[in-house]
């Protein structure tokens, strides 16, 4: 359990949550258990409101949650945080501490907060389940810290102090920018995380089924195995993943790798970072919403009638030991 100290720059009022999703409920139940007032701001009526309601909550409006606090965090989808910054702006008053989860719209100038506020930021590096769950086993997901406006020259405090509500001293937290952390996280989102590996899986499937094998061998040699890789990675980095592949893999490794991920591949990452940092992706995402979504409609509709994706959803139903996996994300998704 976090010590009281530890959360004492931000336990003289109220914390608010605006936003009851996966991070939302995550923040707002891991600060309660860390002995904070928590308010919990929702649509009246909608999923979060009564996501709240069962967990014991007493769920206002945004704006009223603000009001009533003396740091809010909002933790609504990038998109949506323009409109949920207008509902809750009348009622954060001089020093009070604005907290968000992703650079997003402050950095990209979505929102503007007065200036008679502290604009802190505080991003834990997993997803709300992992969050939640590592706090209750006695562990915490490390986090980012920035500060980008200090009114009450106690900003980074109470940063600090809501990573350790969230449980984050005890995985550490590293100091950063908005910019930073907005910046890198789109990168690695796009270039690493999601789209370079969904491309590079997506692409070594098609490759194997247009030589003429069968997909269901492709599948398992390109997408299943990939865990077992990432996990070796995400334990114990590069040498870890060394030390338990074969030296026939090790081999391939160093000598086929730099051909498929190589110089060309390096300059495609820097036009992508390039459109972060200028802020072409921003607006082109902006624009798409604005427009309905219809192109990321369509992509998306695209991915999910890929053939991996009809081959693997046929696999993975004769693969039991995946069913606690299943369920966790569904539960992730709906909340």
Same mark, same amino acid.
């Given at each position: 359990?976090?010590?009281? &100290?530890?959360?004492? =720059?931000?336990?003289?009022?109220?914390?608010?949550?605006?936003?009851?999703?996966? $991070?939302?409920?995550?923040?707002?139940?891991? !600060?309660?258990?860390?002995? !904070?007032?928590?308010?919990?701001?929702?649509?009246?009526?909608?999923?979060?409101?009564?996501?709240?309601?069962?967990?014991?909550?007493? #769920?206002?409006?945004?704006?009223?949650? =603000?009001? $009533?606090?003396?740091?809010?965090?909002? !933790?609504? #989808?990038?998109?949506?945080?323009?409109?949920? @910054?207008?509902?809750?702006? *009348?009622?954060?008053?001089?020093?009070? =501490?604005?907290?968000?989860?992703?650079?997003?719209?402050?950095?990209?100038?979505?929102?503007?907060?007065?200036?008679?506020?502290?604009?802190?930021?505080? +991003?834990?590096?997993?997803?709300?389940?992992?969050?939640?769950?590592?706090?209750?086993?006695?562990?915490?997901?490390?986090?980012?810290?920035?500060?980008?406006?200090?009114?009450?020259?106690?900003?980074? &405090?109470? +940063?600090?102090?809501?990573?350790?509500?969230?449980?984050?001293?005890?995985?550490?937290?590293?100091?950063?920018?908005?910019?930073?952390?907005?910046?890198?996280?789109?990168?690695?989102?796009?270039?690493?995380?999601?789209?370079?590996?969904?491309?590079?899986?997506?692409?070594? @499937?098609?490759?194997?089924?247009?030589?003429?094998?069968?997909?269901?061998?492709?599948?398992?040699?390109?997408?299943?195995?990939?865990?077992?890789?990432?996990?070796?990675?995400?334990?114990?980095?590069?040498?870890?993943?060394?030390?338990?592949? &074969?030296?026939?893999?090790?081999?391939?490794?160093?000598?086929?790798?730099?051909?498929?991920?190589? *110089?060309?591949?390096? +300059?495609?990452?820097?036009?992508?970072? /390039?459109?972060?940092?200028?802020?072409?992706?921003?607006?082109?995402?902006?624009?798409?919403? $604005?427009?309905?979504?219809?192109?990321?409609?369509?992509?998306?509709?695209?991915?999910?009638?890929? $053939?991996?994706?009809?081959?693997?959803? /046929?696999?993975?139903?004769?693969?039991?030991? !995946?069913?606690? =996996?299943?369920?966790?994300?569904?539960?992730?998704?709906?909340?």
């Amino acid at each position: 359990m976090t010590l009281k &100290s530890d959360t004492a =720059a931000i336990a003289e009022k109220p914390v608010a949550i605006v936003g009851y999703g996966s $991070q939302g409920r995550a923040h707002a139940l891991n !600060l309660r258990d860390s002995g !904070l007032d928590v308010r919990v701001g929702a649509r009246p009526g909608g999923g979060g409101w009564n996501k709240a309601k069962a967990d014991g909550f007493d #769920p206002v409006e945004p704006g009223e949650a =603000a009001a $009533q606090a003396g740091l809010t965090a909002l !933790l609504t #989808p990038d998109m949506a945080q323009p409109e949920a @910054f207008a509902d809750i702006r *009348e009622g954060l008053e001089a020093g009070d =501490a604005l907290l968000f989860a992703h650079g997003f719209s402050v950095h990209f100038d979505r929102i503007n907060p007065p200036p008679y506020l502290d604009v802190i930021l505080v +991003a834990p590096k997993g997803p709300g389940d992992l969050v939640r769950r590592e706090y209750e086993r006695g562990r915490g997901v490390p986090c980012l810290r920035a500060v980008h406006q200090d009114y009450s020259c106690h900003a980074g &405090s109470k +940063a600090l102090a809501y990573a350790a509500g969230l449980g984050g001293l005890r995985g550490g937290v590293i100091d950063t920018t908005f910019k930073e952390e907005t910046e890198t996280d789109l990168f690695g989102e796009q270039a690493v995380l999601c789209g370079g590996v969904s491309e590079l899986v997506r692409l070594g @499937f098609e490759t194997l089924v247009e030589a003429g094998y069968q997909p269901e061998v492709a599948y398992f040699e390109c997408l299943h195995e990939l865990k077992l890789i990432v996990d070796l990675l995400h334990e114990g980095g590069l040498a870890k993943m060394h030390d338990f592949i &074969s030296e026939t893999a090790k081999y391939g490794d160093f000598v086929s790798g730099p051909r498929i991920i190589n *110089e060309e591949t390096r +300059a495609r990452m820097k036009e992508v970072l /390039k459109d972060i940092q200028d802020g072409s992706f921003a607006r082109d995402w902006i624009l798409e919403n $604005q427009a309905g979504l219809t192109r990321y409609n369509k992509m998306w509709q695209a991915d999910l009638d890929h $053939q991996l994706e009809t081959v693997g959803a /046929k696999l993975r139903a004769n693969m039991p030991w !995946l069913e606690g =996996a299943r369920d966790a994300s569904n539960k992730e998704a709906a909340e």
